[in-house]
């Protein structure tokens, strides 16, 4: 192994990608650093999650876990190759709570990955308020805080990253790059200066814009195919298919349906933005005050936002047959 060498793996979103732009502006990794950034789908090589696929790299000494949920084929894999105190893992989803008394397993739903794994990284050094700004903008958005003051702040964030995706790009880390280095240079622009407040600039504003025109036109799509359901704990939900967009379209469905507790919605998004298909990836939202998301089969991450990837052929019948639904872990609940 390589001494020092260190190693990130994380997850595709903005919280993953955000937790990059920590671990390089804070010295983790080197700027020319290739970390793997992950989809969910890619954590395990069998339908049942038994056999871990995620990868292992004998050139690096110290690895670094965030943002992907911590499970226990994930947990050995990585420590059995790497040994248990050369692995760290940040995570906020709810099965990874229950690894929270490990070694260096730091868990913690009050606070989503970037931010578990900035407060371990910054703990003894000064750190930039812009930055610090930024992954509670981050933590806004990740955790679902709508009624943050920083909740406009992080739609934007997000918009401006799903915008600045290279979508043809052959692995995940160099489709997130553009954005991610944008972000970097950003902040490294303000050093020694006075700005203590995230900003976006001119280009970013008219990404949000565009973004906005967009999230219209696939809110209007996904009001043509969705459907009003029951579930078999009469609890009332809402199921639609659609390629993008998928949170802020779940958000404004619960804001205009106050009597359904969940919007459940089936992905079609293939990589090719002309071809609409159902792949099985399936996301939810719920308020979450009323339903737990990760009560229902097949569903994990947080309360109010969560996912799971199912049989497609399952997933085709969920959407089209009325007396199909995904059922409870626990039929009591």
Not at 41 to 62: C, F, G, H, M, R
Not at 89 to 103: A, I, M, V, Y
Not at 132 to 142: C, G, K, L, Q
Not at 228 to 241: A, P
Request: charged fraction near 30%.
């Amino acid at each position: 192994m390589k001494e020092n060498k260190n190693s990130l793996i994380s997850h595709v979103d903005l919280d993953g990608v955000s937790v990059v732009i920590v671990a390089k502006l804070l010295g983790l990794l080197e700027m020319e650093d290739h970390p793997t950034l992950l989809d969910y789908s890619q954590l395990y090589v069998d339908e049942e999650e038994t056999i871990s696929a995620v990868p292992t790299n004998e050139n690096y000494s110290k690895v670094y876990y965030a943002d992907l949920g911590i499970s226990e084929p994930i947990y050995s894999s990585l420590t059995e190759f790497y040994g248990k105190e050369n692995v760290f893992f940040f995570d906020h989803h709810q099965q990874s709570l229950l690894f929270g008394d490990k070694e260096n397993v730091y868990a913690d739903e009050n606070k989503c990955g970037t931010k578990i794994f900035y407060d371990y990284l910054k703990s003894g050094k000064r750190v930039p308020t812009i930055l610090d700004n930024f992954v509670n903008i981050v933590d806004a958005y990740d955790r679902w805080l709508l009624d943050s003051p920083l909740r406009e702040q992080s739609e934007n964030l997000n918009r401006v990253l799903y915008r600045m995706v290279k979508w043809n790009a052959k692995n995940n880390y160099l489709k997130a790059r553009p954005f991610i280095d944008y972000q970097i240079k950003k902040f490294l622009s303000q050093t020694g200066t006075k700005a203590r407040e995230f900003f976006f600039t001119d280009y970013e504003k008219y990404q949000i814009q565009l973004a906005i025109e967009k999230e219209e036109r696939e809110y209007q799509y996904a009001l043509e195919n969705v459907k009003k359901r029951e579930d078999s704990q009469g609890r009332e939900f809402l199921i639609f298919h659609g390629s993008s967009k998928i949170s802020y379209i779940c958000n404004r469905m619960l804001k205009e349906n106050p009597h359904s507790q969940y919007v459940v919605a089936v992905n079609t998004f293939t990589g090719n933005p002309r071809v609409r298909e159902i792949t099985g990836r399936i996301s939810f939202r719920s308020r979450e005050d009323e339903f737990d998301c990760t009560h229902l089969k097949g569903v994990e991450g947080h309360i109010a936002a969560a996912g799971g990837m199912l049989n497609p052929q399952f997933v085709h019948d969920l959407y089209n047959k009325d007396d199909y639904e995904l059922g409870y872990k626990n039929e009591t609940i």
